[in-house]
T-cell receptor, first 115, second 115 residues
Framework: GAGVSQSPSNKVTEKGKDVELRCDPI?????LYWYRQRLGQGLEFLIY????????KSGLPSDRFSAERTGESVSTLTIQRTQQEDSAVYLC?????????????FGPGTRLLVL | KQEVTQIPAALSVPEGENLVLNCSFT??????LQWFRQDPGKGLTSLLL?????REQTSGRLNASLDKSSGRSTLYIAASQPGDSATYLC??????????????FGKGTKLSVKP
């Protein structure tokens, strides 16, 4: 079956512009996560959606970052007024909540370069 | 604050060798621990998931162990092959009292298996 998909796969933008990244989770997965991976760094958690509950935004690095998800479908991550330090690979993952046995399935990522 | 450390950061071995990758974490209150593989330009692939009540998991040539009390996990790869070359990431799911939240990742071990 189809896995997690993300678009675009690559994005080059100028400092100060807004960008929108998209994630299509696996059908039926109620949980959706956004992470970012900066060069030479580990993955950093950004935001977590679970069903209709309020999202966990504790990982968002600044108020320039926001994300939305409608129900259990597509999610968009928006970065406003991009800065060079926003350059990273942004990874989306989805899962079916199963307690300790829950496995997250990752998309291929969006590589963002801010010039 | 949970921190995950992986040693070594990079490893180069000849084909056929057995090898061990190490992961340590600072807080033993976890739901599970997962090992992922990341290939250049691609997303993460889940290899093994060990629930907090388990000691080890095996899949093919891979065996992962978990010692929660000491905050350690190892990933054992038997009879390594050039196709095993990738970055291996360890991640823990912190215990949130009933629901899984985000994963906390180490920075990874970059493995190169030479023919």
């Amino acid at each position: 079956g189809a896995g997690v998909s993300q678009s675009p796969s690559n994005k080059v933008t100028e400092k100060g512009k807004d960008v929108e990244l998209r994630c299509d989770p696996i059908s039926g997965h109620t949980a959706l996560y956004w992470y970012r991976q900066r060069l030479g760094q580990g993955l950093e958690f950004l935001i977590y959606f679970q069903g209709n509950s309020a999202p966990d935004k504790s990982g968002l690095p600044s108020d320039r970052f926001s994300a939305e998800r409608t129900g259990e479908s597509v999610s968009t991550l928006t970065i406003q007024r991009t800065q060079q330090e926003d350059s990273a690979v942004y990874l989306c993952a989805s899962s079916y909540v199963r307690g300790e046995a829950e496995t997250q399935y990752f998309g291929p990522g969006t590589r963002l370069l801010v010039l | 604050k949970q921190e995950v450390t992986q040693i070594p950061a990079a490893l180069s071995v000849p084909e056929g060798e057995n090898l061990v990758l190490n992961c340590s974490f600072t807080d033993s209150a976890i739901y599970n621990l997962q090992w992922f593989r990341q290939d250049p330009g691609k997303g993460l692939t889940s290899l093994l998931l060990i629930q907090s009540s388990q000691r080890e998991q095996t899949s093919g040539r891979l065996n992962a162990s978990l010692d929660k009390s000491s905050g350690r996990s190892t990933l054992y790869i038997a009879a390594s092959q050039p196709g095993d070359s990738a970055t291996y990431l360890c991640a823990v799911s912190p215990y949130y009292g009933g629901s899984q939240g985000n994963l906390i990742f180490g920075k990874g071990t970059k493995l190169s298996v030479k023919p």
